[in-house]
């Protein structure tokens, strides 16, 4: 079993990537959250925590194994946690999983359900039973996944989360949010804070 994958940020996808490990490239899915914060991250070495799993209908004999990558353990073992609820499941927690680990926990914690079916794919039902199954399980995610998130020589990777945050609030939708904070991105700029990408996505919509 693969459990840990070091390589070269080739290509990054809306919900995969593409990792150069010697010889080989390997296409790792991701959640979103793990997206966002390696969108500043192109072409450099990055470390993924893994979990393979097989994808198809066992009936047909059509099975395609597949990796699901991480930024850190914690974030592996929390997804794999929620994968264990019923009806949820790899592909579904794949799609759900658009906040960091200690804010998904936390409102599993919190029995928030509210937040819970405003994760994609998760309804009231789905939401109900996360918190059933996984309420006494997570306060430690909701803890640690904060210490052990990428610490920024990166500061780019908070920057690039937040900036896509605010433009959502600001009203773009999630693919034209993702869309700006791309462009500007490729312009191989360090951005300190948010204010300054947030300029440099302005300038370029302008331009």
């Known amino acids: 079993m693969i459990t840990k994958v070091t390589g070269q940020l080739l290509e990054l996808g809306e919900d995969w990537l593409t990792l150069g490990v010697g010889a080989f490239e390997y296409e790792i899915l991701i959640p979103e959250f793990s997206r ?27 099975l395609t194994p597949r990796l699901v990558g991480f930024l850190t353990e914690i974030e592996r073992e929390f997804f794999e946690l929620f994968c264990s609820v019923d009806g949820v499941g790899v592909k579904k927690a794949l799609r759900a999983m658009v906040r960091p680990v200690r804010e998904v926990a936390t409102a599993i914690e919190e029995q928030d359900t509210k937040a819970l079916s405003g994760l994609p794919g998760v309804g009231p039902a789905t939401a109900e039973r996360i918190v059933a199954k ?16 990428p610490t920024a020589a990166d500061v780019q990777l908070d920057v690039v989360s937040e900036t896509f945050e605010v433009l959502r609030k600001l009203g773009h939708s999630e693919s034209d949010s993702r869309r ?4 500007a991105l490729s312009q191989k700029k360090k951005f300190k804070d948010v204010q300054e990408l947030l300029q440099a996505i302005y300038q370029q919509s302008q331009g």
């Open 36 to 62: 966002r914060q390696l969108q500043a991250r192109m072409q450099q070495e990055i470390r993924l925590h893994t979990i393979e799993y097989l994808e198809g209908n066992p009936m047909q004999g059509r």
């Open 134 to 149: 996984l309420r006494r399980k997570v306060p430690k995610f909701a803890l640690m996944a904060a210490r052990d998130e």
């Open 180 to 183: 700006l904070v791309d462009a």
